[in-house]
């Protein structure tokens, strides 16, 4: 997936209902109801499963890629140049002649930690804006909401490649420096979608009892916020979280293919992809390995999502 | 003395490239006879020139490549033995001291306006495109006339907030009509070499219609060349058509097209399903186990250019100061592993700082320092006491990823010390940083030579103040040998070859750049092409080429 | 409502400048001197840089820079790109194409997301629901590029159905591929929103009314249920249709299409500001104005929907 703010419709759509189901059970104590109500039936479905385990193997991959293999995936060897995969290296040698599956499995510590910090920041900045301004109204929200269309306005892609180009060449080597640019230039373009999604949360949160019971009796805004709203706002926003953290995987393979995310030192997957892009005919293993395990791992956060999402809204069930 | 053109790969423009092409439909195959010579459109792969078409401002592949069909200079080079042949001019004639240079033209060529090719032509020409004010590219390729001075002023502050002053004049006092087919030229100093530019198109001669409005020129080039201009569609193609009153050696085929609109893979896609004619480059995935050959049967061909590959040392970064250090980067990259695994054995490793196939030259000038060791490498290394990771850095858009990672990881395994490619998005940007001096990692270079002879790839080079010694190398003792190999050439070339080639070893031992490997171009065309060769300049050589 | 369609107007206007300064500044600051590059692998004559900077006022600060740029632009006047040529004409060049690729995409999206979600949605749970929601789910999770290679390789080289590569003037046939391509993941995105959609709306009261009254299935579904449950599913394929536009350079890349895409990637690597804010102008123009159409769309799909 190219874009993150398409992720979004996945979730718009998710977001009205889930504060819909909310209006429909006023009566009950909502938010510990509305969790392990969504945590009972989350257990049963079968894709929470799946995806849980592939996920939890993805992580051990990125802490402890030593359990799965002992090559060093920087080691270059010219003579093992594109070798197919064999007893000694299960997934082969890529065209410089470096072990694929040490890559792929050193690999995935990058594809994560962009996807974990990229979703966190959007989540962070989107969240904290929209609530502001859902909870503000006025000039406040007219202004949040212009600048969320300027940045949602760009087209991701484009944006993405112009802020990389821009900032990319300031003198960053080293492997956290890259991930940190990508991750901010990822979270830069997609904050505007957590925002609209809290901040119509924030809206129809506003209107309820609780949040006017709480302001007569004097409590001051920050602490509505935080105490308040917040805790009933968040449903929307973890289901976007998670699925925006497969999507941003994607992306970042998606910015490394086009030769502006991550590069050596920091070999993600997408950069594995992307330098193998000139001997798939040749050798389609060099592709074949890293794109599986993106997919695969992609598959799980969205599955995740899709399976939050369904748990969280009674209606659909 | 300046090089003419690009190291083309490096100056192709930037492109996504990411496509992987390949094959395509099976594609009509042209039947045929001279008929269909006039008929069909010989299509070549380009790229969009950089600038309007205007000779005194194209040095770069993608405009020089049309700007050598419309423009025909005093003289030409030979298609095979790139050696200098009169085509405009009658006779140039230089005076034994190098100081003077006569001109004397043919007379009834035209330019495609119908008006007729006069020294005037020549002249104006070249005031023009020195002349500092004119901005025009190739100004320095008349610096050695008498008088340059006088029409171009640099900035004093490069980059500052000063301007460059007002040039004195706008005539060069070395440069005098004798009269409408006659004209002399004046040298500050002996020049005699110069005799060998006047075939590149900055030399080209410029219509009378250029000087009353070169808006109108910009849009519709007239030259004086074997081809006319007919049209342009921007980022996408420039269409010529035969000259018929060309006076030089008529053109088989009567109209060529120009096609910008396509990366090198999409273009080799086109050229394998003979929807385009010609590709001076196979793309990279297609040198990977020689596929090209089998995809383009027949079809293809090889040509050693006339450039080397090199590796520079900042030397204004002290980093890099210590010779023991670079002379252990070189012995740690095993040339051949690389010219065979990363280019199928398309070039050739040097031992030296010229290219096999020069006149007089042979290789083993740089001696054990080019040669593959990785015990004496970190031998060397730990002697240099270097610390911190070892970085090559290059533009990554011209093909040069693959083997700059290659040879940091042989880098790596020989030395044990971290080494890692870091790619500058654009060849402007890599350019920018060279021409600046703000480079602070080791990076990639290279050299197209002007002219078959180890001195030109060496003068400019290594020499103090030489006009691409980019890594500001200095060593008086290597400037007087090359000094006196510069004058023993007039007495006896073998003297001379003997000189340059110790100056080589001298050069090896300071080792201010890494000697890799020459550089070669593949190319391909349609089936519906004939007589296909490729000129040293990589062209499709359109005077030759017929339609099957 | 004519109220409220200026007030949205007036908004577009700040958003309008920011997004298209935001650009320009971005691009201005990619490092590298745009000319450094024009000349081969050796220095440009000073002169050539000094005139192309004056011709470009490269050389004034960056305010003054972009309002030239925005005052030639109200005029009509793109500009020129820094290799002399009109940028007007290179986007009339290739604005179509990269219309036609998204309307496509989009065309593709409409009808093969919307049956695959009204039959599911219609159906309910079964093999053909679990079957779209697993391949929608796989869909979503491929990159576009991965989506795009591995299309590309097998149809144009292992199958050899169709060129892999599309001609420079492609015809509507040649990028049907790399138009699915482009719109898989939307695609997938339809399906999902529209089974969603008319599961919701089934259970609801002006349905069961609608069937209580005896009316015939299908004009319950096709008039009362389908109505309702078109406006998410219009309103994705709105904004897609920007989006895909400014989004496609990844499949343009890979199919070799000549649209603003790939121009794009190119002028932004140049630090052509006047062509990437040029084509970005338009880009958010059309996002603005569709955003904008969707909302008043709504009001006609949806009588509760009223603007003042």
Redesign the interface.
Known sequence: MSDPTAASTAVDSAGAYVTAAEHAEPTTGKSRSLWSDAWRNLRKRPTFIISMVIITFMIILAVFPSMFTSADPTHQDLQRQMLKPSADAWFGYDFQGRDIMAGVAHGAKWSLLVGFFASLLTVLIGGTVGVIGGYAGGWLDGILSRIGDVFFGLPFVLGAIVILSAFRAAGLKSAFGLVIVVVLVISALTWPVAMRIMRSAAISAKQQDYVKAARALGANSFRIITKHMLPNCMAPVMVYATILFGATIGVEATLSFLGIGLRAPAISWGVMIAESRDYVQHAPHLLLFPAGFLVLTVLAFVMLGDAVRDALDPKLR | M??G???SL??L?????????????GGDSGSGSGANNETHEVSVHGT?????LVPG?T???GGSKIIDMLFTGLTEYDPVTNETKMANAERVDITPDGKKMTVVLKKGWKFHDNTDVKADNYVNAWNYTAN?????????FFDAIAGYDDV?T??PD?DGPQ??PEPKSDKMSGLKKVDDYQFTVDFTESHGVFKLKIGYGVYSPLPDSFFKDPKAF?EKPIGNGPFKFTSR????EVKVERFEEYQGAKPKIKKAKF?F???L??GY??VR?N?LDFIDTV???KL??N?YKTELKDRNGNQDNLAIQIIVFPLYDKKFSNADFRKSISMAI?RQ??TE??FAGTRKPVKGYGIPGLPGWSDGGCGEFCEYNPQKAKELFEKSGYQGAI?ITSN?DGGHR?WA??A???I??ALGR?C?????????????K??AHSHTAIYRG???ADYPYVENFLNPLYKTGG??NDGAYSNRAVDTKLAEGDVAYARSQQEADKLYHEAEGMIANDMPAIPLWNTSVQYGWSNKLKNVRMTPQRELDLLTVEVA | MGRYVIRRLLQLIPVFLGTTFLIYVLVWAVPGDPFAGMCGERPCEPGFIAKMNEKFHLDDNIFSQYFQYLGNLVQGDFGETYNGNSVGELIALRYPVSVQLAALAVVIEAIIGVIAGVLTGLRGKGFLDNLVLVSTLFLISLPVFVTGFALQILLGFELEWVDPVVSSDPTLGELLLPAFVLGSLSLAYVARLTRTSLMENKRSDYVRTAVAKGLKPSRVVGVHLMRNSMIPVITFLGTDLGSLMGGAIVTEGIFGIQGIGKMTYDAILQKENITVTGVVVLLVIVFLIVNLLIDLLYAVLDPRIRYE
């Open positions: 300046r090089k053109r690009a190291l490096t100056a423009p930037v492109s996504v490239a990411l496509a992987v092409a390949g094959c395509g439909g969009e020139p950089e600038n309007p401002n040095t770069e592949t500092s004010k004119n901005g025009q590219q190739g100004s320095s171009h640099s900035d490069e301007k460059a910009e569609v921007p980022g996408r096609d609109g396509k990366d893979e999409a896609a086109a399903s929807e793309a990279p995935s990977v186990n596929l095993n592993e690389i695994k990363v970085e990554a693959e990672t290659a940091c990881g042989q790596r395994n971290e890692n490619f870091v790619p500058v998005q654009t060849f402007g940007e890599m350019r920018q060279t021409n290279g050299w197209q006009s691409s």
